[in-house]
């Protein structure tokens, strides 16, 4: 089959490879649609923590935002499997330590991820092999880009529930990329009055396309009162400035993460009586992801610029806009395109 290999920092290529096979407990699937996000950029360039620390090394296939058909299954697995559409959890737990048993086993100290950590080969190659328990089923008004935004989704789902706003309160969220549009889309369904704010023209504009209450530059914020704030950025001063914004008794959820070092001061925590939230992952949130775009009242697809093959995986990852390209920051990669 066909596979993506990022073989060492910038250099990335599609090669032919052995296909998996469905070993006892897994299952193969078909990958049909992959998205590529800023964890993938971060591997491309050879900067992501864990190829220092030893947890992820190269050669490595990239792709965790993904979504395909079964194709074939190992001994022990449900049957009901083969030839359903699904997604599945990046995080696989080691299912029997504390923390996997409490449900918090996206944070085992000895779980891989599909794609970025412990040598899980990712989705980008025409067939995957994941732990059936992983898996989550699609059902079919959730189409081919909704599943693979399932994901991404459930982390900004997780973000917008940290900010523990109920309807009306005013969310700002720092950073237009793909999960701080998806966050959102999900808070203003909820009815949150929902502002963005960025720093670059291009993503501004987008995000003003959109119909949030305020879109801003974020060197040129309204004074307004923020009963939360999402820092969906990687800038390493928000942190703290997103405290300094934060309303008294408010909450500030902590989804981006800064390739340097990004402090806060607690005394504001306690002076202010704020709550800070941190996530790490969709996991906990990825079904009720799949029912939300089910229900049609979050539909994220306008967030999609464009949709590549496999050949054009290294330019984007390099930065390039593929050909063509919409004005949404998520670029998706279908295998079936040559
Ligand atoms: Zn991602
Ligand atoms: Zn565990």
């Known amino acids: 089959m066909r596979a993506v290999e990022l073989l060492e920092p910038f250099t990335c290529e599609v090669l032919d490879v052995p296909v998996p096979d469905a070993r006892r407990g897994f299952v193969v699937i078909d990958v049909q649609r992959v998205g590529l996000c800023g964890t993938d950029v971060e591997f491309f360039r050879g900067e992501m923590p864990y190829l220092l620390d030893g947890h992820a090394n190269f050669p490595m296939r990239l792709g965790h935002e993904w979504m395909g058909t079964v194709s074939s299954i190992g001994e022990d697995v449900d049957p009901h499997w083969l030839g359903q559409r699904v997604t599945g959890d990046t995080m696989l737990g080691c299912g029997s330590c504390r923390r996997c048993r409490s449900g918090h086993q996206h944070v085992c100290e000895n779980r891989n991820e599909v794609g970025v950590r412990g040598d899980v080969p990712g989705a980008l190659a025409e067939q995957l092999s994941v732990p059936a328990t992983s898996l989550h089923a699609l059902p079919a008004n959730v189409d081919d880009a909704l599943g693979a935004l399932v994901e991404p989704g459930a982390n900004a789902l997780r973000a917008v529930q940290g900010t523990g706003l109920v309807a009306g309160g005013r969310l700002l969220i720092a950073g237009p990329g793909t999960i701080g549009l998806l966050a959102g889309f999900i808070a203003k369904a909820q009815g949150f009055e929902v502002h963005l704010a960025g720093i670059t023209s291009p993503s501004i504009d987008f995000a003003r396309s959109l119909g949030f209450a305020g879109v801003w530059h974020l060197e040129n914020l309204p004074t307004l009162e923020w009963d939360a704030i999402i820092n969906a950025t990687n800038d390493a001063t928000l942190p703290s400035t997103a405290l300094e914004l934060v309303e008294p008794g408010g909450r500030v959820v902590y989804i981006g993460i800064s390739a340097n070092e990004s402090n806060i001061d607690s005394r504001w925590l306690t002076l202010k009586d704020v709550t800070a939230v941190g996530i790490l992952s969709g996991s906990p949130a990825l079904s009720e992801t799949i029912s939300l775009f089910a229900s049609g009242r979050v539909d994220p697809r306008a967030l999609i610029g464009a949709t590549v093959g ?29």
């Not at 990852?317 to 998706?332: N, V, Y």
């Open 310 to 338: 496999f050949a054009e995986v290294a330019s984007v990852l390099g930065g390039e806009r593929p050909a063509k390209s919409g004005p949404g920051p998520k670029i998706q990669v279908d295998p079936t395109i040559a």
